[in-house]
């Protein structure tokens, strides 16, 4: 079969202007997934000379074959002609790369850095960076009137500047960078502050301090009193990974006043999202340096309104024990843990259940004994029956970290006289909690003090202790 003109030698591309023509969508579609086999066809020289210019002059169609063009282009190198040639691959991708649908435009971004790292130092410099030509449009975006072409331009700058490379970051993103961390809309400067850590970490390291101390960390000190939370919080969220960065001196020094500050600020996100990353300061100055502003603003968020608050920095716990270290937060800490078991909201009843077995795990199961047991063990004569489950919450969870030993001797006896609460819903938890720490008993105990207590159980009047009395000795086997 021929081509319109009867040479077969221009059959793939007579075939393809056809297809990129009809109206059936997945026809083009198609077509565009044939590519590498047309290109195989045509050879090196003509997909050079005939296949790219066509696709360049003739980008306009639906977003997902637009979509399938960008991904197909990334693995054309050797189809081309290998390294020496790939940089005929630009001009499609730049087009590309201009499109209005976002997916497609970081698809071509995707595959522009793909065959970036295919280019020899010479090529780049000839043929990549002038396409980074961009930097006259990206500086106008930049500063474009609209913020939302701001915010885009903020959101994707680490891209952009592992894309244009270190002499640009240093001559032209820097500048950019700061001003949009100074930018008149919150939600510009929220995106520009959540790039802060990965900015720095990025730029080249033979001049990173200078240039972190003498543009960046100024903004970053603006940014901390900044009137919107928003810009706050996201700030707080990377803010301690510049210490990583920057060292202990300059940690302590320029660093340190901004965690104090932020651990102080009026919204509950902000001390969250630094207390949540103080493993980074921990590594370089060590956490005894924040401890005195620590405390309060932990104290703070654990007596929040919003128990969603509240819920975060139970989460934080272990962390921060492992931090402090066990005599601090013996003294400081221990209390309001067990404060959250009698909190009026389940989830942070339970939150605060799983959080003491992950500090038994770190602390181990001697601290437990004689720290937290004998608390929770001392809410089963609670008045108030929820209390009162809440220990068999905590013995569920603490049996296994605490060992048989403890377990037998001082959770097992509470757990047995609890089968005799008025409440129903104690009586068939103390069965369930049976069937859980049963596996951590000894056979001795399960036959002597744990069968006759399930058995009494399967006896009871409610129905549903009889259902979990009789499922924990079906499960135990101890019928």
């Known amino acids: 079969m021929a081509g319109a003109d009867g040479d077969d030698s221009l059959y793939p591309i007579a075939v393809l202007i056809d297809e990129l023509r009809n109206e059936d969508v997945q026809l083009r579609l198609n077509s565009i997934k044939k590519l590498s086999t047309i290109a195989l066809a045509l050879g090196v020289e003509r997909t050079r000379t005939e296949l790219l210019p066509f696709l360049t002059d003739t980008i306009y169609d639906e977003d997902e074959v637009l979509l399938a063009l960008a991904e197909q282009l990334g693995n054309f190198t050797m189809l081309v002609g290998g390294p020496e040639y790939v940089h005929c691959l630009l001009p499609p991708l730049e087009s590309l790369a ?134 706050k919080s996201a700030l707080a969220s990377v803010i301690m990974g510049l210490s990583t960065i920057l060292g202990k001196d300059n940690t302590i020094e320029h660093l340190l006043p901004l965690f104090l500050a932020q651990l102080k600020d009026e919204c509950p996100e902000v001390r969250l999202n630094i207390i949540s990353n103080l493993d980074c300061v921990n590594e370089v100055i060590g956490i005894r340096q924040l401890s005195q502003s620590l405390l309060p603003a932990i104290v703070e968020l654990a007596e929040d309104a919003k128990w969603r608050v509240r819920l975060a920095i139970i989460e934080y716990m272990p962390l921060l024990a492992g931090q402090l270290g066990v005599e601090f937060f013996d003294e400081k800490l221990n209390s309001l843990c067990m404060a959250w078991l009698v909190d009026h909201v389940y989830a942070i009843r339970e939150a605060a259940t799983c959080n003491l077995m992950k500090l038994v795990e770190k602390f181990g199961a001697e601290w437990a004994q004689n720290t937290i047991v004998p608390k929770v063990l001392g809410m089963a004569n609670d008045p108030n029956y929820l209390h009162r489950m809440t220990t068999l919450f905590c013995i569920n969870a603490l049996s296994e970290a605490c060992g048989q030993e403890i377990t037998t001797k001082h959770m097992l006896p509470v757990v047995l006289k609890m089968s005799n609460d008025q409440v129903a819903n104690v009586r068939f938890n103390v069965a369930k909690c049976l069937q859980k720490i049963g596996p951590v008993l000894d056979n001795n105990a399960l036959q002597t003090e744990v069968k006759p207590v399930l058995e009494k159980l399967a006896a009871d009047q409610d129905m549903d202790v009889k259902y979990f009395a009789q499922e924990a000795i079906s499960v135990l086997a101890l019928a």
């Open 98 to 231: 201009t499109v209005e649908e976002t997916v497609v435009r970081d698809k071509a971004v995707e595959s522009l850095r793909k065959i970036s790292q295919e280019h020899s130092p010479v090529d780049l410099e000839v043929h990549f960076e002038p396409l980074t030509l961009v930097m006259p449009t990206l500086r106008q975006a930049a500063e474009d009137k609209s913020w939302r072409v701001r915010y885009m331009v903020a959101d994707k700058f680490s891209e952009l500047q592992k894309a244009v490379g270190p002499e640009i970051t240093k001559n032209d993103l820097v500048p950019a960078f700061q001003n949009l961390l100074k930018d008149c809309e919150a939600e510009v400067r929220a995106a520009a502050a959540n790039k802060v850590k990965e900015f720095c970490e990025n730029l080249p390291e033979d001049g990173r301090e200078t240039i972190i101390m003498t543009h960046i960390l100024p903004c970053v000190k603006e940014l901390v009193s900044d009137t919107n939370q928003h810009v």
